[in-house]
């Protein structure tokens, strides 16, 4: 395979891949920001198969009561954490703003310029805001990025 070439993502859900017995199963759990306002709820996960990675959270927008239009959007798994004692996920710094601007979920219409699109719409620190426009999708590298980072999604916010 080449390296810039595009792997598509599956839904954890409908595979035959099933998350690490030592990590929790996070579908089904409430998705706060970090004040403990009621964001949403995990309503899966997406992932590589080939690096048996998570990289992103979709999360159920429904029912919010924070003017927030019903939808689906994937997260990048790094951007989130886990609070354990709760069962729950945090889901730090985001403005409303950026919810509202997120393209709504659809498994179909997965692609580099989607991912491109959510992550200039989270943001990043400047020096490591990727070009406007990929001529070549470097998947390996887009995911070196700390929005992908699985070690602050389990380690920030007291969890493992």
């Known amino acids: 395979m080449k390296q810039n070439e595009y792997r598509y993502l599956q839904e954890l859900s409908n595979s035959d891949?099933?998350?690490?017995?030592?990590?929790?199963?996070?579908?089904?759990?409430?998705?706060?920001?970090?004040?403990?306002?009621?964001?949403?709820e995990?309503?899966?996960l997406l992932f590589d198969p080939q690096t048996r990675a998570v990289r992103y959270l979709i999360i159920d927008l429904e029912d919010n009561?924070?003017?927030m239009?019903?939808?689906k959007v994937m997260i990048p798994l790094g951007i989130a954490y886990l609070h354990l004692?709760?069962?729950?996920?945090?889901?730090?710094?985001?403005?409303?703003?950026?919810y509202n601007a997120l393209?709504?979920?659809?498994?179909?219409?997965?692609?580099?310029?989607l991912e491109v699109?959510?992550?200039?719409?989270?943001?990043s620190p400047a020096a490591l805001r990727m070009e406007d426009t990929?001529?070549?999708?470097?998947?390996?590298e887009f995911y070196a990025h700390h929005h992908f980072d699985k070690g602050r999604f389990y380690q920030r916010g007291g969890s493992k």
Do not use: C
């Open 117 to 123: 699109l959510i992550r200039n719409i989270i943001g």
């Open 65 to 67: 009561g924070m003017n």
């Open 69 to 71: 239009r019903a939808k």
């Open 17 to 40: 891949f099933q998350i690490v017995e030592e990590e929790p199963d996070i579908i089904g759990w409430e998705v706060k920001d970090e004040n403990g306002i009621y964001i949403g």
């Open 103 to 113: 393209p709504d979920y659809d498994k179909d219409k997965i692609s580099p310029k």
């Open 85 to 98: 004692k709760y069962d729950e996920v945090v889901l730090p710094g985001l403005h409303i703003d950026q």
């Open 42 to 44: 995990v309503d899966e």
């Open 134 to 140: 990929i001529t070549e999708f470097d998947q390996n």
